[in-house]
């Protein structure tokens, strides 16, 4: 499915600012940019599941960026933060598969 909007809501914008030091334009980048993406749990409303999106933000950082898919194209980020070296070279093995 592809992105075709973003909600932002304050506290996840202020956790990820705080707790894990990441600004919305990264997370901008890791969602528009065709991120390896992983189901994670089901989400607490039917049909509304979390997923992990991985990719490199424009500045190279490897990103984890947790979201929960809304109807219609929308994504709503719950958090994101840098990947730890096993989901980086999971990212890295999906990229060189993708060649």
């Known amino acids: 499915m592809p992105i075709r909007q973003i909600i932002w809501k304050e506290q996840f914008v202020e956790k990820l600012a705080v707790k894990h030091g990441v600004e919305i334009d990264e997370v901008e980048a890791v969602l528009g940019a065709k991120p390896h993406v992983r189901k994670i749990s089901r989400g607490h409303v039917k ?40 989901e980086k070279n999971y990212y890295v093995k999906q990229e060189e598969s993708d060649w």
Do not use: C, H
């Open 47 to 86: 049909g509304e599941n979390v997923y992990a999106a991985f990719g490199q933000t424009t500045g190279g950082r490897y990103l984890v960026v947790f979201y929960i898919k809304k109807s219609a194209g929308a994504v709503l980020p719950i958090s994101a933060r840098d990947m730890d070296e096993g």
